[in-house]
């Protein structure tokens, strides 16, 4: 079974950092190892909608961010592929939310817009993560 693990959430104070861990484990359906996937961050406060974050491109060369966090927030891979990173520097109250790490499978015809990222459908989400951040 395939698993999606976000680590790394807590509470800290305004203008503080963060690093969430998404670790992604098990046989996919289709065969492909996450090396193939897109990985992407989305959050969702309390009371509000699911919202995209941020997405990294199954090689890893592209990057997409949400202008709520764009400069503020980093996305990486290690190199192993299997493992993904958000690093979250000068957090606001308004990123408080429940974090969800997503994989998608990769494209062979194209690579995939911020749209396309934003939309899905995802094949895979983790069960998120509480990133509490003080006024």
């Known amino acids: 079974q395939v698993q999606l693990v976000e680590s790394g959430g807590g509470l800290v104070q305004a203008g503080g950092s963060l690093r969430l861990t998404c670790a992604a484990s098990?046989?996919?359906?289709?065969?492909?190892?996450?090396?193939?996937?897109?990985m992407a961050w989305f959050r969702q406060a309390p009371g509000k909608e699911r919202e995209f974050v941020t997405a990294?491109?199954?090689?890893?060369?592209?990057?997409y961010y949400a202008d709520s966090v764009k400069g503020r927030f980093t996305i990486s891979r290690d190199g192993a592929k299997n493992t993904v990173f958000l690093q979250m520097n000068n957090l606001k109250p308004e990123d408080t939310a429940v974090y969800y790490c997503?994989?998608?499978?990769?494209?062979?015809?194209?690579?995939?817009?911020?749209?396309?990222?934003?939309?899905?459908?995802?094949?895979?989400w983790g069960q998120g993560t509480q990133v509490t951040v003080l006024s």
């Open positions: 098990g046989r996919t359906t289709s065969g492909r190892t996450f090396t193939k996937y897109g």
């Open positions: 997503a994989a998608i499978a990769g494209s062979g015809r194209y690579y995939y817009t911020i749209r396309e990222y934003e939309k899905g459908p995802y094949d895979y």
């Open positions: 990294i491109s199954w090689g890893g060369v592209s990057t």
